[in-house]
């Protein structure tokens, strides 16, 4: 009897730690992890900067660390037309804020991949280009301003070198240059017709250059000289 009832005991207390450790594993599994909640609202928070509209989209973080409010943010590629301003109506990107900014993919045009540039505008009406912006090979980019120099520039890690880089001597270079050379080359190596010149159809409309006029006749003075 003694034997049956300590083994009624043995098992009541098997099962109770057993219910016991359930509840305990469901009560944890039902917790979310604070680490991944803190980064999902961070992310609910940034400003949202353009639309995905695919999962092969460009995906990256701004960091606004220029200095200056930015009320404008438009993007092109491959130097085509900008975007409207992707920011939200109403919206700024402060000082130290950030926000997540989405690009569809450009055409690659002759084999020569294509590039990515965005127009900034700030608080005092000031504008800045950012060129040939690494999406794809970077997760975030800084806004950063050159105190020397007053250009714009980005500060990034690159996913394919593993080490963190910048556009700031990029930056200088097309400053003192000027981008007509730059995108001149672009077109020239996708065999794009130079921008801006006119086409064959517009040469031949051009209207043909007035015919110089007739020299006047020469006249005779008595002496043989001529005027």
Known sequence: MRRIMWNRIVTAGILAAALASGTMLQAYASQEDPVMETESQAAEEMIRIGEKHSD????????NESGRAITGIALRASYGEYSDN?????TMLQEHEEGILWCEPAEILNFVPPVYDIQLTFADEGTAV??????GDAQELTILTDEESGIV????VSLSLDSETDSLQSEKNIARSGEEGMIAD?????????????DSSQDAEAPAPAPA?????????DNGLMF
């Open 130 to 135: 950012l060129h040939t912006l690494p999406f």
């Open 153 to 156: 520039y980005v500060r990034f």
């Open 213 to 221: 006029p007739a020299p006047e006749p020469q006249q005779c003075l």
């Open 86 to 90: 992707l920011l939200p109506d109403d």
């Open 186 to 198: 672009y077109r020239s190596r996708t065999g794009q017709a130079p921008s801006g010149n006119a």
């Open 56 to 63: 092969s989209d460009y995906e990256v973080r701004l960091i």
